[in-house]
């Protein structure tokens, strides 16, 4: 019996050219706009994409020409194979190259029989982990496969995931006291109308905060304070507060050391939002000292996790 373990995430422009795909495919899910007509999220989806797109080039041109994820996600694979040498590793992207088909094709040459699905999310959401998991299981009736399958929903509240997250803040401080430091961590958001249908995903982030900030005070990393805010808005619908900026706004004179909570991968929304235009921001709000703290990628907590999960079958749900 032939084992494969597929990692899913949402993608990221590869090229500037890209960039246009990544948003027409990513507006156009109906699990990102819920509407019910197709007609209608294909025109919304047209107008968002037509809006956004010169600007989102530019963006990802500030960080290389394409997005920071594939790379990180390439270094994630590698190390993964290496700790798991009876599995073959390979990864798929939701709304860019290489999509589902793709891995796919490589579990077949492989000759794989008993699968693994997990979605790079820490919390579920139906926009992102069930998004990823139906366009997968999708992709695989397309493909007349069918390995025994089955999927990671969550992983949040994993202990050696935390382990890898708490590194990335030590990292971060770089030997600084916590205590001088106010604590933000930062969720991409979600429409309210998204929560309120029952996604967990808010719920989740704020039962992770409260878990991160007990396993850094185990580590003696003890905050002035502690805030969870939320990043990434789009359009005049109601959204998850706090803002992330009306946050900072209160925090004039602080350091305040920014850890993304709801992301295990480096992307636009943390190297370029983060790093850059919320820095400017922090900026203008006079606040002392601003750091963000990276991703997981790849460190190697992060693989020690993704291993213990992947082989504990007990947090896994069979799927086909």
């Not at 798991?84 to 490589?106: G, K």
């Not at 001088?180 to 958001?189: D, N």
């Amino acid at each position: 019996m032939s084992k494969g373990l597929v990692l899913l995430n949402m993608g990221g422009p590869n090229n500037l050219d890209e960039v246009k795909v990544f948003l027409h495919n990513m507006f156009n899910d109906p699990n990102i706009i819920t509407v019910k007509s197709d007609l209608l999220r294909r025109f919304i989806a047209f107008i968002i994409t037509t809006s956004r797109t010169r600007q989102a080039k530019e963006n990802y041109a500030a960080l290389g020409g394409k997005s920071p994820l594939v790379d990180y996600t390439k270094g994630l694979v590698a190390k993964l194979q290496e700790a798991l040498p009876d599995t073959y590793v390979t990864y798929a992207m939701r709304y860019t190259p290489p999509f589902a088909a793709s891995a796919i094709d490589e579990l077949k040459t492989h000759g794989v029989t008993q699968l693994c699905l997990l979605p790079l999310y820490p919390h579920y959401s139906t926009t992102t982990t069930k998004s990823s998991l139906e366009d997968f299981e999708e992709a695989l009736k397309k493909a007349n496969f069918a390995p025994a399958c089955t999927s990671i929903s969550r992983f949040f509240d994993h202990p050696t995931y935390n382990q890898s997250m708490v590194k990335r803040v030590e990292e971060a401080l770089g030997g600084e006291d916590s205590r001088e430091y106010v604590l933000i961590f930062s969720a991409h958001s979600l429409p309210q109308k998204i929560i309120d249908a029952g996604d967990p995903y808010q719920q989740e982030v704020l039962a992770h905060a409260v878990l991160l900030k007990e396993q850094l005070r185990e580590a003696g990393l003890v905050f002035q304070a502690t805030h969870t805010a939320y990043q990434s808005k789009l359009g005049p619908v109601k959204w998850l507060t706090p803002e992330l900026g009306e946050t900072l706004k209160t925090l004039k004179g602080k350091k305040v050391l920014i850890v993304p909570i709801a992301f295990t991968i480096d992307n636009s929304e943390t190297e370029f939002e983060l790093w850059i235009e919320y820095k400017e921001e922090a900026e203008k709000q006079g606040i002392h000292t601003y750091k963000v703290a990276k991703c997981p990628n790849d460190h190697d907590l992060f693989v020690q996790a993704l291993r213990e999960i992947t082989q504990t079958s007990t947090q896994a749900s069979r799927i086909l």
